[in-house]
């Protein structure tokens, strides 16, 4: 069977009648070289002397002549070979390489896929360099889907540091350097106005889960502008292999308005717009008719993640869209829902319950409002008490000192809730000495700032003081998992945002958890998807989040930690899956009627796997 691919998806009428003209004249010649079994011969007939008419007269033009790039594929062959989505490399076996008309364009050896994945593993284990182990697994993305899926799944603890924070941060930074090929939408200022034929351009049509930034606060690496899209190949890389959504309906999109970085304006290889980032209108505008066209093209239950957006935007983004589309704010909502998840956790190990407690925050931005809200809300559904008063409970440090009333005036709206009654403090050491906290939180983006003497004051007021050093990547964590051990002389009960080995203190080995969004936001969106969710609510955040805290054993709690271990990361994202998915039931906003009975096994069915299939 022949299948003709068109490569552009709106033909101008006078081009698609050439087109239709040149494929039947091409379907005549195909038919008359049909050779030795069904092959298929080149897209021209043969000359006299034994070369190949120059069908479309390409070899004949000049540089400045116009031709009409399309393009004809068999799925056979070298196309099959170059097809991603289907290519098994040394997998396929015998018949299917007869079948396909592989022989002779690979080596006589067959490897299965456990063979093919223990052997580039071991390749990989041979870089030193975090990014070339990052390049690697990009190329295998690009050549062989399902073998890097397979990759990413079985060997996930290794490989999440590599495809994810820290390593993404680094590939962002030279991302114009390593830049092979597009792996998602490129939307910038010049496609204003046409945003929906840029989206059609995409070849894939059923799009369920969208992650998109515009770059201007990748991790804590600041404004890195069009080179953000590692962000949201990254994410969307682990909604496939840790919440099981399908590859073919995941699209990363970045949205080019610009950098405010002179050193990538003044860098050759920068590969977005050279001008400084617009604000204010022209920014709100291009925004505006992105989500639009988004829902015009691929309906009302579209999951759009919002990623790594600056504070000023993103706050306001979410709100603006929270009530017409189905969107979630990964930095603010994702992060806040992991944070409750180990909170919750924890309180076997240090007793009380969450109102018992009191939270000081270092960083006020999407991340540390986010977490402290969702925070106020757990205590408030827990108590009963409204969240104006659980609110008290949290306080806040930004670059000015501690929030409080006093500094009203000032203040951005999304602050003014924590702003509560207390004398002015400037250092955060003081605030630790004046507020008493028994869990400190960093969402701050500045590394090294739990000092020695924080660490050891907290230890001092607590027992067992909860840490959480968040900020990404390990080069911004507020200390390390060293740091907060050695300075709690083993009292602390520590995790951070990117990944820390073991460390022995005192004959004891101390196992750090990782406050990962990726243990939320894939299980998250796959319990959206299956339930056909129209909206997001802050009461699924708060199911995702003691669904995860479910999921802690007791052996995991001997060894100090508060997360699971991410080897178990499909079945916890199953599990989240099925609470978000209760709870869109239960708030009437799911749209796949009825309701499943098991939603634990239901969200295991739906999940992609990444074995080979066998072809005819």
């Known amino acids: 069977?022949?299948?003709?691919?068109?490569h552009n998806n709106l033909l101008h009428p006078t081009t698609a009648r050439r087109?239709?003209?040149?494929v039947r004249k091409l379907l005549a010649v195909m038919s008359s070289t049909l050779v030795n079994g069904g092959g298929v011969?080149?897209?021209?007939?043969?000359?006299?002397?034994?070369?190949?008419?120059?069908?479309?007269g390409e070899e004949r033009a000049t540089e400045d002549q116009l031709i009409t790039p399309w393009a004809f594929s068999v799925s056979s062959g070298c196309t099959l070979l170059r097809d991603p989505r289907y290519n098994k490399g040394l997998a396929f076996t015998e018949k299917e390489r007869d079948a396909h008309y592989l022989r002779g364009l690979l080596p006589p050896a067959v490897f299965n896929q456990e063979l093919q994945e223990k052997r580039l593993m071991h390749n990989l284990r041979q870089y030193e360099v975090p990014l070339h182990r990052y390049m690697a697994l990009m190329d295998l993305q690009e050549r062989n889907e399902r073998l890097f899926y397979k990759l990413l799944i079985d060997n996930v603890e290794e490989l999440l540091p590599v495809v994810y924070t820290p390593t993404v941060g680094e590939a962002c930074q030279k991302y114009g350097s390593i830049f092979r090929r597009p792996q998602g939408l490129y939307i910038s200022l010049k496609e204003k106005g046409k945003i929906l034929e840029v989206l059609k351009n995409?070849?894939?049509?059923?799009?369920?889960?969208?992650?998109?930034?515009?770059?201007?606060?990748?991790?804590?690496?600041?404004?890195?502008?069009?080179?953000?899209?590692?962000?949201?190949?990254?994410?969307?890389?682990?909604?496939?292999?840790?919440?099981?959504?399908?590859?073919?309906?995941?699209?990363?999109i970045t949205i080019d308005v610009g950098t405010s970085n002179e050193k990538l304006l003044n860098d050759e290889f920068y590969i977005g717009l050279r001008q400084k980032r617009a604000t204010g209108k022209e920014y709100a505008e291009l925004l505006d008719e992105f989500m639009h066209a988004v829902k015009q093209n691929y309906g009302e239950k579209v999951l759009i993640q919002f990623e790594d957006f600056a504070n000023h935007n993103a706050f306001d983004l979410l709100a603006k869209y929270s009530s017409s589309h189905l969107v979630f704010n990964d930095d603010i909502q994702g992060t806040a829902s992991v944070v409750l998840a180990g909170l919750l956790a924890s309180l076997k190990l240090v007793g009380g319950t969450l109102a018992d407690h009191t939270f000081l925050f270092l960083g006020a931005g999407e991340a540390g409002t986010g977490i402290a809200e969702l925070i106020a809300l757990e205590i408030s559904k827990q108590t009963k008490a409204p969240v104006e008063e659980t609110r008290k409970?949290?306080?806040?440090?930004?670059?000015?000192?501690?929030?409080?009333?006093?500094?009203?005036?000032?203040?951005?709206?999304?602050?003014?809730?924590?702003?509560?009654?207390?004398e002015p403090v400037k250092e955060l050491v003081d605030a630790v000495k004046a507020i008493k906290p028994t869990v400190l939180i960093g969402s701050s983006g500045a590394g090294k700032t739990f000092t020695k003497e924080v660490v050891e004051t907290m230890a001092s007021l607590n027992k067992k003081p909860l840490i959480l050093a968040l900020s990404n990547p390990t080069s911004q964590s507020e200390c390390t998992a060293e740091e907060a051990y050695t300075w709690s002389k083993g009292q602390a009960i520590f995790a951070s945002g990117s990944p820390f080995d073991p460390v022995e203190y005192e004959g004891k080995v101390f196992v750090p958890g990782q406050a990962n969004n990726a243990y939320i936001f894939p299980g998250f969106g796959l319990g959206l998807i299956m339930s056909g969710a129209i909206r997001v609510r802050d009461e699924m955040l708060l199911a995702a989040s003691e669904a995860l805290a479910a999921q802690v054993s007791q052996e995991n709690y001997d060894k100090g930690l508060i997360y699971p271990p991410f080897t178990d990361i499909r079945k916890i994202s199953a599990h989240i899956a099925a609470k978000v998915a209760a709870k869109a039931y239960e708030l009437g906003l799911a749209s796949h009627l009825p309701q499943p009975k098991d939603l634990v096994k239901y969200a295991e069915s739906c999940m992609y796997s990444p074995g080979y299939r066998n072809y005819r």
């Open 1 to 6: 069977m022949i299948s003709l691919h068109r």
């Open 19 to 22: 087109v239709v003209l040149g």
């Open 202 to 252: 995409w070849p894939e049509k059923n799009i369920q889960v969208i992650v998109v930034t515009d770059g201007e606060r990748i991790l804590g690496l600041g404004d890195l502008g069009c080179q953000g899209m590692g962000i949201p190949v990254g994410k969307l890389s682990l909604y496939t292999a840790l919440g099981g959504v399908r590859p073919s309906s995941c699209l990363p």
């Open 393 to 422: 409970k949290i306080w806040l440090v930004d670059s000015k000192g501690l929030i409080v009333s006093s500094r009203l005036g000032s203040l951005q709206h999304f602050k003014k809730p924590w702003a509560h009654e207390h």
């Open 41 to 56: 011969e080149a897209s021209a007939p043969a000359t006299a002397d034994g070369g190949v008419r120059d069908f479309y």
